[in-house]
């Protein structure tokens, strides 16, 4: 059996590794169009901030030990540049000679990754417009930042390397604008959750231009400016172009591969494309969606790695089908971090799926013990079965693991009542007796047995015309000295533990909206009411997401 | 409807509160013994420890503030001398007073707690012996420290408040001994386990004395001398007595409720008890074990507060069944965190289980990037199903996380085959593309399939016997310098990457068994040596485990 693999990195040294390990006796030939293997590339921004200083983390294999363990043919400098699907052979050129070879196949697995996307902009050709993707993309960044003594920068494009950039250029010593064309950073993060990071961003002084449609580049003396929308520009030493991926599907679309509308590789449950004999994995090919069941492209690092070992598993005879991605995603934003895992509310709404979204915030550990911080979280679920179909999380600390938690509780189909009884690790230094998560599911479990019904501040224009009209009530019941501090226009007062004794006051004709700081005090006060015939709803996520949506 | 709970920490306050959420108009008492309700008991050793140094930080909820939020009419210092189930009236006996009320119920909650265990030794009786389970435990012990100025201290029990003490004395300045009757501490560990933690608190100066049992306690000079086995004496200027906690159950013994051989009250999966009025809660129930549908006693903060919950659910209506306890839990330790979620291998081989297990060894985080550290993972599978039973972790960062996750894997019944699939958060700082708990999942799926066979340390006696006669060759794979470093005896040595270069060396009538560091580079030369007809198992563990086992 002879495999070839097009892609060292990720996937397709994965493949290669575990195709050894299956078969000590087949032929395994890996090509790789750059210089490097199965080298770091999560941890690129990292050398350009300097977290990490030596080169050789970075590329921790080497052809050479590659060869050495695993046996594997390792040709780098060699780009796969024709695919022959009749004969089984692939056209190699080597990038220094520009001379070709051809090699046969028994199997084919193309793991060509994505490439960044470049807008057609003008001025884009200067030099010191840089987009990052492989080692020595890295390293050109790093060098010139040290030789031509980079004072400030702009980054195009709020995603994971953006933000990864953003960061690591900033403790460089660099200041830095982050410009976005749409209305929000972090595409996995709904717009109200995406605020938090925004508010963030702004507090620590980094120079956020959201709604920025970038016109063109030019020079203005020794600077490259950046104009924008409205003919306004910013002025840098360097750009970062991070606007997003596209699958590098070119050669398989060349051999009449089957690739979706954006251009990722179709693979069958099986990993295998549209030709029996060639396989597709990695940051290229379209996946499942893991909760809506949709098609989807979805490039991660993890699933990446996992196809590579499947696909290796069914060249060598197996069955195993991957199925599906959930786009379990987290990133490192200075203190902060962010996850995400399963569908977002955007997503949601746009298949029609019968869904709500609860905010909760909640201490990362028992809060008498130091050190606690708090996270905020949004849940989507299943409004009839409960079942939970993606969560956002943002915090300081903790957030990682109950990111997986939930991803983990996602993957088993689980719903808000399996949430409420998982059994996670508690003391004091850890979590709380009530994790965060455990709070997810009392919270949701609360909505749907109709113990609280929700309102969100996004649709609270209606509410606030029946207040002005007199129909209904705005209610906060937090703490005088935090009704004093700021509130909601047409509010009224009343502290929770006077509510009992002033329930009276209150007109049960008209309707109820109660907001406290996060949430669980006001559903306390609803609780209350209800009971005492008042119609009443609880606004999700309380005044402390006011004040982030009005920031 | 009237409730009447008896005991007000964790199930007890947790069930007060949900009740009045649900119930509006119910009347509800809590009684509780002690001065103080729903106070931070977890969060006690560090007080002691100076962690913590407000008062107030450990008794967050006052009978007042309670009686405001949710009028509660909460009776401390009060404790319930009997039940009168035919009348369903208690009894209440004022702490102070002495003088007793009577008070009728609909329902009554039972939510008392454990004790510790008090062995009967000699000279037991002396001012500078404690055990710690309430806050005024924790001020006297703190007090008494301060003004005696204590330089030593002896704990006996090497169990969770054991060890935590034992920091929180070590961090206030004190020199600690721990002692513990058996051959290991910390009983969800097995012994293998265990020995890692042995080997940590040695190398920070723990004196730790194992298989010491204690014949008395006697005064020597200023200090207190504990005497153990052999005669042996320890002296120190107080003892934590911490040898383990039981039901405190004997007002529901008298009252005729059925409780265990042990003590622990029986109660149905909606937790009442065998007096239909009547439910029980917390640490003095017997709960069915999750993985093993046995019935146990596993006293936890989480399912007691969710027990709570259940129980005031299913008094307003619900019908609601608690599923049982894992028993998952954690420790830090100094710098260390032990976590263990589902059943260990002596539970498992009690039961007669057809399980296996594992030992990975994996980094907390990729270790291109600054900060990893590596953790250490049992895991225990059904060797049919691949069902996971059990985890044990030790390690310095990220195990929480882990442990959580294979927490809610074991809820959700997930396999081995899940875990490997399961999508966790992957950024360089957080995990690696693939996590730990992939990495379990892929190596017990190895097991399981075939592709390669264990041997454990535990067994290996017959192993080295094989070697000596002849009949097998222990094989050493990792590198010369690690091998000359230290080996097992009757190696052979030969280092992974020259093994296919050198295998015609090793007799293929010979049984191999294979080991490296951790047991990765291991099951890589036994996929190798499998496939050129040889007869090997990888032993589980690797170097590592060896020399902790003899250490």
Chains 1, 2 share one sequence.
Not at 139 to 162: D, F, M
Not at 373 to 380: G, H, Q, V
Not at 468 to 495: C, K, W, Y
Request: glycine content about 8%.
């Amino acid at each position: 059996m002879k495999i070839v693999i097009i892609g060292g990195v990720a996937g397709g040294a994965s493949a290669a590794a575990r195709l050894r390990r299956l078969n000590e006796h087949a032929e395994i030939i890996m090509y790789e169009r750059g210089s490097y293997i199965s080298y770091a590339n999560c941890g690129l921004p990292y050398f350009i901030g300097g977290k990490i200083t030596d080169k050789n983390k970075l590329t921790l294999q080497t052809p050479e030990s590659f060869q050495d363990r695993f046996r594997v043919d390792v040709r780098i400098n060699q780009e796969v540049i024709e695919i022959n699907r009749q004969k089984r052979t692939v056209i190699a050129r080597d990038i220094s000679s520009g001379s070709t070879t051809e090699e046969n196949y028994d199997k084919l697995i193309l793991s060509p990754g994505a490439e960044p996307v470049i807008p057609t902009i003008p001025g884009l050709n200067d030099e010191r417009i840089f987009t990052l993707r492989t080692i020595p993309d890295t390293y050109r960044i790093h060098e010139y930042i040290q030789k031509h003594n980079v004072k400030s920068a702009v980054v195009i494009g709020g995603g994971y390397i953006g933000l990864e950039m953003l960061e690591n250029l900033k403790n460089a010593g660099i200041e830095v604008t982050l410009m976005q064309r749409s209305q929000q950073i972090l595409r996995m993060l709904d717009f109200d959750m995406a605020s938090e990071v925004h508010q963030y961003l702004r507090d620590i002084d980094v120079n956020l231009i959201l709604n920025a449609a970038i016109n063109g580049f030019s020079s203005i003396g020794e600077s490259l400016a950046v104009e924008y929308n409205d003919g306004s520009t910013v002025k840098a030493d360097i750009v970062l172009l991070s606007i997003g991926v596209r699958p590098d599907s070119q050669l398989a679309k060349d051999a009449g591969l089957k690739v979706n509308i954006k251009g990722a590789i179709e693979v069958d449950p099986y990993l295998r494309t549209s030709d029996e004999h060639i396989y597709a994995i990695g940051d290229a090919i379209e996946v499942n969606n893991f909760v809506t069941n949709e098609p989807s492209h979805i490039p991660l690092a993890g699933p990446a790695n996992k196809q590579g070992r499947i696909v290796a598993d069914n060249i060598m005879g197996a069955n195993t089908q991957f199925k599906g991605t959930q786009g379990t995603s987290i990133l490192k934003l200075f203190d902060m971090t962010i996850a995400a895992t399963g569908i977002n509310e955007k997503a949601a709404t746009g298949l029609n799926y019968h869904y709500d979204a609860i905010h909760t915030f909640s201490p990362s550990h028992a809060t008498y013990y130091p050190g606690a911080t708090f996270m905020s979280i949004k849940t989507l679920f299943d409004k009839e079965s409960g079942r939970i179909l993606g969560a956002q999380l943002i915090g300081f600390t903790g957030v990682d693991k109950r990111c997986d938690v939930l991803a983990t509780a996602i993957r088993a189909n689980m719903t808000a009542y399996d949430l409420a009884e998982l059994e996670l690790s508690y003391a004091p230094p850890f979590s709380s007796a009530k994790d965060p998560v455990n709070m997810i599911g009392f919270a949701i479990e609360n909505i749907l047995t109709n113990k609280v019904y929700q309102q969100h501040w996004a649709d609270i224009d209606n509410v606030i015309e029946k207040v002005q009209q007199g129909q209904a009530i705005l209610l906060d019941v937090r703490t005088p000295s935090e009704f004093e501090r700021g509130h909601v226009d047409n509010s009224l007062h009343m502290p929770l533990d006077n509510l009992r004794s002033h329930i009276n006051e209150l007109n049960s004709s008209k309707e109820i909206y109660v907001y406290c700081h996060s949430g669980q005090r006001s559903y306390i006060a609803c609780r209350i009411l209800m009971q005492h015939g008042y119609s009443c709803y609880n606004i999700s996520g309380g005044y402390r997401l006011y004040q982030i949506l009005s920031y």
